[in-house]
């Protein structure tokens, strides 16, 4: 077992910073037990303002500061998304409050190129969801979190003797394995400043002092006791939310901050080898009902550049009623997706993939309807012998035209004054048909050549052999 | 040397003749007219370039002119058609071999919507041809597409009216289509390389009526057509430096 523990200690902060570049001037606040910042940006901290400050007193250093309460539900939220994103490294990821989470990474370090690349691996594709967790592995998962806490970047190697590391690490890390305040406060009293300091003292001392959950904790750290640990299991859909650091309804950190949520949508659909052929992106509003982006993809897909894409040119041509607070994102069911190979001799499917995708990009700015294919139907009236299709659908095997069928049909026959300079070629064909739904039609369609020499296709209505109409032309 | 050698039976480079295209321009898409080949850079429709179809009028054969590419379009590209003023008629394309299932027929709702999906058409890589029948386009706009088909090797056929020919175009090609006689005259107003010579006369293949036509057409026209150049010599016939 090999355990890497990914710490987000600002997380108050970061899932109000992560969708945007430049944060500005932000803290967040709660107001139990009392009113006080719990995290500042750091152009905040750069004039003053820290965790644990009053309100008053951090206006009065930053009188622009920007205060937003505390919001743990997306805190919750933000967690569970890392964990989605995770389980892309291995199936193995537990939830690990307060902000945090570990992964058993053994079985996947050969994949990923061993623990140092995975590391990396990890850092940098945190960096894409617009998040900065501390990063830290050790053979037990309490240990990997007292050492992303203490100590971030320590890989402790699984061999003889590793327990020796977690000894300089401050008392503080106790707090997180559920030793209480009072406790902490007594070891201090004593002296003891590192874990090293409480190591040496005897065990049973200690839990006659009631301190028993002191070396529960270390014992579970040093791996003398097991540490059982509730495995993630995601839901059947993906959903995402970030916040914006501050309403706007600007478009480009709105992509900027859809760009993260795509980000976590790929990852989640890639560990589970599936895609997603539409999602909606809802953009919430400080007032009044929320906007709604489906977005629609022609083929299957786990692509974020291609949903960012998509997203550009819906948010492009949409008028926003209002500056936007939250964006949410929310996969439609996956589907499967055979995984991809990364071929030595190019991919035989980017010819199809720019396919999809211009389609895609047509269809998001122009419309469903603004898109289409043709085929023809068998029907003798020319009106009816086509009728638009989704493009790429198949057609079935042709059907056999009767006559000659100019290129360009006209939507409406145009009435011509009289046949004068018409030179009637080809002809006549004698269309007579519908007169079963109403719209029937009896004609005698001719190839004509006009004055100016261009081919059209003219008829004469049966009862009104005088009256002429242009219907197509041979382009 | 009693019979003097036709220039053209020479081997090619011996003899430089003035009409003669370079041989260096970037082989083109056959048009599958071999007059018309014979007139254009490296022999057939460029491939990433913009090119103008002008036309005063529907119906002179402008559709019939691409047939050819159109038919040639693989499962994987599209045919996109971009705001056509007319209804490109599905039986008759079907009938001429054009793969309808590959067609992307665009409407749009102004100029700015049509030179933006024409740009999105051709800059994708994805289309064999692009079919555009822009609006109003000022000069920056062509640029930008002619940009788009040579960034993506897509031949994109701009059709506007004759008109249109007074203007000065940033075009590699630029054709004016009219019709003589049932058949297609293709007057070449552009192209790279020597300036362009006397018009093709074009027999289109798809076009009805043509039997009739070849019977009722005056014979002085026939002087317009130009007969195919012969190609050049067989490799044969070269020197072999050895």
């Known amino acids: ?475 | 040397m009693a019979n003097p050698l036709a220039l053209a039976t020479l081997p090619p480079g011996l003899v430089w003749q003035a009409d003669r295209l370079a041989g260096s321009a970037a082989p083109g898409l056959p048009t599958g007219f071999a007059a018309l080949d014979a007139q254009l850079p490296g022999g057939g429709w460029p491939r990433g370039a913009l090119i103008e179809l002008l036309a005063a009028r529907p119906g002179v054969g402008e559709l019939s002119l691409l047939l050819p590419l159109l038919r040639s379009t693989p499962a994987d590209h599209w045919l996109a058609w971009i705001a056509p003023p007319r209804l490109p008629y599905a039986p008759a394309l079907a009938a001429a071999g054009v793969p309808l299932e590959r067609l992307l027929l665009v409407r749009t709702a102004s100029d700015a919507e049509t030179l933006w999906a024409t740009r999105q058409a051709t800059a994708s890589g994805a289309c064999t041809a692009v079919l555009a029948w822009p609006g109003r386009v000022d000069n920056a706009g062509l640029r930008r597409l002619q940009l788009a088909a040579e960034d993506s090797a897509t031949p994109l056929f701009l059709f506007r009216p004759a008109d249109a020919a007074r203007q000065p175009s940033v075009a590699a090609l630029r054709l004016q289509l009219s019709a003589r006689a049932g058949r297609l005259l293709v007057h070449i107003l552009k192209r790279r390389g020597p300036a362009p010579g006397a018009p093709v006369e074009l027999v289109l293949p798809q076009r009805p009526g043509l039997r009739t036509e070849s019977k009722l057409s005056p014979p002085s026209l026939h002087v317009l057509a130009r007969p195919a150049p012969a190609r050049p010599a067989l490799a044969g016939l070269h020197p072999r430096h050895s």
Request: a negative charge.
């Open chain 1, 1 to 475: 077992m090999y355990w890497l523990a990914l710490l987000l200690p600002d997380l108050p902060l970061q899932v109000f910073t992560r969708g945007t570049a430049d944060p500005g001037l932000l803290a967040v606040t709660e107001s139990r037990p009392r009113q006080q910042v719990v995290a500042a940006s750091p152009a905040a901290r750069a004039l003053g303002v820290s965790a644990g400050d009053g309100v008053a007193g951090a206006l009065a250093v930053a009188p622009d500061l920007l205060l937003r309460p505390r919001a743990p539900e997306l805190e919750t939220a933000t967690l569970a998304e890392l964990a989605h994103w995770a389980g892309r490294f291995t199936p193995h990821v537990s939830l690990d409050p307060p902000g945090g989470l570990v992964l058993e990474i053994s079985a996947s370090l050969r994949l990923f190129g061993g623990l140092q690349a995975l590391a990396g691996t990890l850092v940098q594709e945190l960096d894409a969801l617009g998040l900065q967790a501390c990063i830290a592995g050790a053979p037990t998962p309490l240990a990997a979190r007292w050492l992303a806490a203490s100590s971030p970047g320590t890989l402790a190697m699984a061999r003889g003797g590793w327990q020796e590391c977690l000894a300089p690490l401050p008392l503080a890390v106790l707090a997180d394995a559920g030793v209480g305040k009072d406790i902490l406060m007594l070891l201090h009293g004593i002296g003891a400043r590192s874990l090293a300091d409480v190591l040496r003292l005897p065990r049973d001392g200690l839990a006659r002092r009631q301190a028993a959950a002191v070396s529960a904790a270390l014992a579970r750290a040093r791996g003398e006791t097991p540490d059982l640990r509730d495995w993630f299991v995601p839901p059947a859909r993906y959903t995402a939310r970030v916040a914006m650091a501050a309403p706007t309804d600007n478009v480009e950190p709105l992509l900027f901050a859809a760009r993260r949520l795509f980000a976590g949508l790929a990852a989640w659909l890639t560990a589970r080898q599936t895609a997603v052929d539409h999602c909606s992106l809802t953009l919430e509003h400080e007032s009044g009902p929320a906007t709604v982006l489906e977005l629609y993809t022609g083929a299957p897909s786990r692509d974020e550049a291609r949903l960012g894409l998509l997203a550009r040119e819906r948010l492009a041509a949409l008028p926003l009623p209002a500056p936007v607070e939250a964006l949410r994102l929310e996969s439609g069911l996956p589907v499967e997706l055979a995984p991809k190979s990364a071929d030595l001799f190019g991919d035989p499917d980017t010819a199809r993939e720019n396919a999809g995708l211009l389609f895609d990009r047509l269809v998001a700015r122009l419309g469903t309807d603004a898109v289409t294919s043709l085929r023809p139907c068998a029907d003798h009236r020319p009106e009816r012998a086509w009728r638009p299709v989704r493009p790429g659908t198949r057609l079935p095997a042709d059907t056999p035209v009767p006559g000659p069928r100019p290129l360009w049909l006209l939507a409406e026959p145009r009435a011509l004054r009289g046949s004068s300079g018409l030179i009637l070629l080809a002809g006549p064909e004698r269309i007579e048909s519908g007169w079963w739904d109403g719209a029937d039609v009896r004609r005698d369609y001719y190839v004509a050549r006009d004055r100016d020499e261009a081919l059209c296709w003219v008829f004469h209505p049966l009862d009104r052999p005088d009256e002429w109409y242009v219907h197509g032309y041979f382009g």
